[in-house]
């Protein structure tokens, strides 16, 4: 027989290969985070007919003699560049901008994928739609992440309560005007909350005093449990603050509805902000600390990946942190179906940690990374494919011929 029948016959082989590569990318273009997938060839072994000489008596060299046999498959490498991205508005919809897979579990093995379609199943659970859980960082009751602790699946169930949390401090800003008349009072409200979570209303009112640049403080409007000590402000003649005479000036007591009491409580005021300069008065509070118990009823994702609660009584909360995991060589990994991908001998270690950090992506919430085939590309490899078929083919048909001549010389 032949070589060139044989070297045919390998041709046919792996050009089919090559097609059903091309085949199978063809048929994901429309798969959530398909990587496409390229077939390389490589010569077999050459039949050597004689070996190079070097030169000598005054001849020169000779060239090796070589048939070749055929080729082999070279490779299949998945080529993970960055898919185009579609827009869905779907809060729980994510996209690796960049480096990076997500993370997901069966509650035994880990898996990577590209595909961010995910949803919140009935207990919570962040699951992709095999109903594998992402990984991440659970917050804490007061909304921190531990990102340097182990990971574990992300379930933050609809309608959950956060407890409410009594106030400690209130922060005032403005001005107390210079040129206000004596015993001329302006009143700057705050809401107190309990750890009952109650809500209590009540001024913290600036009295202008008989001595210069010197405010008497008080509290009104307040309920009975309330006490805040007297204490006066005093501002320097440039109008910043001098002192306080209590220090720190607290309103504190018991909160009680005449039924059932809360804990004690001491509410730090925070007056290092205010001024006094000849301007309308305008002091007011900044912000505090503290809030009534709240229902879940929304979320949002930021491009690091962390999941912040909107609860109903207005507070934001950290609840999660979604993480990523990058490869070394990640055309090392091994697909398992369902664009879930494991890592493999060669692919390395997976590196866990947030998006936006060590090389790895931001995540693009409400937006799913779509498949990078080029159908363009596909299709020019297919006509290659097809014509590379077609010559081998030929190289088989010939070779026939050539053998049925050597047949017929006995005729």
């Keep these: 027989m032949m070589r060139s029948m044989f070297s045919g016959v390998s041709g046919l082989k792996n050009h089919q290969f090559r097609m059903d590569v091309i085949g199978n990318n063809i048929a994901n273009v429309n798969t959530i985070g398909y990587k496409r997938a390229r077939v390389s060839f490589q010569d077999m072994l050459c039949q050597t007919l004689s070996g190079a000489s070097a030169p000598q008596g005054g001849k020169g060299g000779t060239n090796g003699r070589q048939i070749g046999l055929g080729m082999t498959i070279n490779s299949i490498d998945v080529m993970h560049t960055q898919g185009s991205s579609e827009t869905t508005g779907k809060v729980t919809d994510m996209m690796v901008d960049g480096d990076g897979f997500f993370i997901v579990s069966d509650g035994i093995n880990d898996y990577y994928t590209r595909a961010g379609n995910f949803d919140f199943d009935s207990t919570g659970n962040l699951v992709n739609p095999a109903g594998l859980i992402v990984s991440g960082w ?5 909304g921190a992440v531990d990102i340097t602790g182990p990971i574990g699946g992300i379930q933050i169930p609809k309608g959950q309560y956060i407890q409410p949390q009594p106030t400690t401090e209130a922060v005032f800003v403005g001005n107390l005007d210079a040129d206000t008349a004596a015993a001329d009072s302006w009143p700057a409200s705050i809401t107190v909350y309990d750890s009952l979570g109650r809500s209590w209303t009540m001024n913290v009112e600036f009295t202008k005093s008989a001595a210069a640049h010197t405010w008497d403080i008080s509290l009104t ?67 505090q600390d503290g809030y009534s118990s709240g229902v879940l009823n929304g979320y949002s994702i930021d491009p690091l990946g962390i999941i912040t609660g909107r609860f109903s009584n207005g507070v934001t909360q950290q609840m999660a942190q979604v993480a990523l995991a990058s490869f070394n060589n990640p055309s090392g990994l091994t697909k398992s179906g369902e664009n879930l991908y494991f890592s493999s001998n060669n692919s390395g270690q997976a590196q866990v940690g947030t998006a936006g950090s060590g090389g790895r992506g931001d995540i693009s919430p409400g937006n799913i990374e779509m498949s990078n085939v080029d159908l363009s590309q596909e299709f020019t490899d297919m006509i290659v494919t097809q014509r590379g078929f077609q010559a081998n083919s030929r190289i088989i048909t010939v070779s026939d011929e050539m053998l049925q001549e050597l047949v017929n010389l006995k005729r």
């Design 138 to 142: 659970m917050a804490d009751s007061s």
């Design 221 to 287: 409007n307040a309920p009975a449990w309330a006490a805040l000590p007297a204490a006066t402000v005093t501002f320097n003649p440039d109008g910043t603050l001098n002192a306080v005479s209590a220090s720190p000036l607290s309103i504190t007591g018991t909160p009680t509805d005449g039924t059932n009491d809360a804990d004690p409580i001491t509410i730090d005021l925070d007056l290092s902000e205010v001024t006094q300069y000849a301007s309308d008065s305008n002091t007011e509070l900044n912000s």
